[in-house]
């Protein structure tokens, strides 16, 4: 497989676990995130999206919709930018 059909399998695999969250908050938060910035995410975005991704989604869900603080150990700067793309869609 080629790098290039390596990285968007990569893609559609984010894409279906980014809109396939358990709750339809999270399918478009992550989710419209993930479509919106699909062809753009290069392995360094879909590896910290992955690692966001592998939280507990009760804990993405609070940190995503400020319910609570987001720890040291997640992508604070990622999830600030998944919180902006929401916004600036409103």
Partial sequence: MTDTNAIEMRRKRALY?????????????????VADHLESLDAEM?????????????????????????PDTADRDLIDT???????QN
Avoid at 23 to 28: G, L, S
Avoid at 54 to 64: I, S
Avoid at 82 to 88: D, E, P, Y
Wanted: charged fraction near 30%; aromatic fraction near 4%; proline fraction near 0%.
């Fill in 17 to 33: 676990r980014a809109q396939h969250r358990g709750t339809q908050e999270m399918d478009i938060l992550i989710g419209g995130f």
């Fill in 46 to 70: 879909l590896d910290r999206l992955e690692a966001l991704m592998d939280h507990e989604e009760t804990d993405l869900q609070a940190w995503l919709m400020g319910q609570s603080d987001i």
């Fill in 82 to 88: 998944i919180r902006n793309h929401k916004i600036s």
